[in-house]
């Protein structure tokens, strides 16, 4: 199943680092967070990317021509450098299209700009690439199908610290609780859709907005409530929570750390191919390309 991956917005909120780099290059460790994320999907069996680029895409694709599988894995070097052996990969089987959605696109622009490499899928996830969370996908998609709806999202708690007021009559406080206590839930941007979300779906609209409110209308919108971890990184505060359960070794996003991979693509229920790929060599080799050579 292929992840359409929005990667193309300003990141204006976080411009400690978005004023130099795009936002989902920002780094957790050695890595930025979209890897992160594209490692999750990979753990599952969901291997095909379509990264929708807008600003600065061009340092988007630098990155992945020039991806060095050293840094995020065991390897031996011999020859005087030009030799490196590997013990692991993290992108040998994925495949990534690249296509420039944009600089000032909003969500939905930037889906309907991707729709035509979406041609043969009936059904696929979207992220917005700004978060990560330990979702047990499978379980997700099992609620999706189930469910028989044309798009699902996901809902979890706020990890901001304000209090929620309700008021009754002449504004009289009815209640006052913290917005963990509350039943308030936010769309954590982790979306899978039939094909058909593109009939919902008008020029410049913003994704959330007229066309859900369409399949709302119409009782084809479901949503999936995850109580487990979910974080985005949308502040400087943000980044620093992931750079502090990173080097604390805690983090738990990293399914493929914690869990086997399963490989597991959709509900064997569902008449569809398992494009996955169970595992690699143990011991992979290569010789290195001089410095600069993109290929």
């Known amino acids: 199943m292929k992840v359409v991956l929005f990667c193309g917005g300003l990141g204006t909120r976080l411009k400690e680092y978005s004023g130099t780099i795009p936002k989902p290059m920002v780094d957790i460790g050695y890595r930025p967070i979209m890897w992160h994320l594209m490692k999750y999907y990979a753990h599952y069996g969901h291997k095909d990317f379509i990264l929708c680029l807008g600003y600065k895409g061009d ?16 390897f031996v070097m011999s020859n005087g450098g030009r030799e490196i052996r590997l013990y ?19 969500i939905g622009h930037r889906l309907k700009a991707v729709e035509k490499y979406l041609d043969g899928e009936e059904v696929f996830m979207a992220n917005y690439t700004d978060g990560l969370s330990d979702l047990p996908l499978p379980h997700y998609l099992d609620c999706f199908y189930q469910s028989d709806k044309i798009a699902g999202l996901v809902t979890v708690k706020p990890s901001l610290s304000f209090h929620v007021v309700k008021m009754g009559a002449g504004n009289a406080v009815s209640s006052i609780e913290p917005v963990q206590q509350s039943d308030l839930w936010i769309n954590a941007g982790f979306f899978v859709f039939k094909k058909a979300i593109f009939d919902y779906m008008r020029a410049g609209e913003e994704l959330v907005l007229e066309p859900f409110a369409r399949l709302i209308a119409e009782d084809q919108l479901m949503a999936y409530r995850h109580e487990g971890f979910f974080t985005g ?56 390309r001089p410095i600069g050579s993109r290929y």
């Open 88 to 106: 692991g990969s993290d992108i040998e089987d994925w495949t990534i299209t690249f296509v420039d959605t944009g600089l000032h696109g909003n």
């Open 59 to 74: 340092y988007i694709k630098n990155y992945f021509l020039n991806y060095d599988e050293c840094l995020s894995n065991d």
């Open 233 to 288: 990184m949308d502040t400087f505060k943000e980044k620093q929570l992931f750079d502090d359960l990173y080097n604390a070794g805690k983090m738990p996003w990293a399914v493929w750390q914690n869990q086997p991979e399963t490989g597991r693509d959709l509900p064997a229920t569902a008449a569809h191919h398992n494009h996955s790929s169970n595992g690699h060599s143990n011991l992979l080799s290569y010789h290195r």
